[in-house]
């Protein structure tokens, strides 16, 4: 059975930090880029960032760069996502997926049931 876990949300003041985890099992993590994307209400899902330790391949967003970092624990099959100088337009629910290469919402084959990030301010 495929499933992409994720944790590490909550509520954040504006300038806090997070860091989101998703654990991955049921599929082999080498075959697939691992991303984060972001839902905001009413909106489609963005890809936020993206991984592919297989070929050091990694992808931010621009509202997130020099903000957030991935990182990847092969031998756990996990993700992260460090998210530091956390803003209120951040705010958003946060998915973890596998996607075939880039970092696109039409690229993803499995997701996680997503966890929510709030930053107040």
């Known amino acids: 059975e495929v499933q992409l876990v994720e944790s590490g949300g909550g509520l954040v003041q504006a300038g806090g930090s997070l860091r989101l985890s998703c654990a991955a099992s049921g599929f082999t993590f080498d075959d697939y880029t691992i991303g984060w994307f972001r839902q905001f209400p009413g909106k489609e899902r963005e890809g936020v960032s993206c991984i592919s330790e297989a070929i050091g391949r990694t992808f931010y967003v621009e509202a997130v760069k020099g903000r957030f970092t991935i990182s990847a624990d092969m031998t756990k099959n996990t993700v992260y996502l460090q998210m530091n100088d956390l803003k209120p337009e951040d705010t958003a629910v946060y998915y973890c997926?596998?996607?075939?290469?880039?970092?696109?919402?039409?690229?993803?084959?499995?997701w996680g049931q997503g966890t929510q990030v709030t930053v107040s301010s």
């Open positions: 997926a596998a996607v075939d290469y880039d970092c696109s919402e039409d690229e993803a084959d499995y």
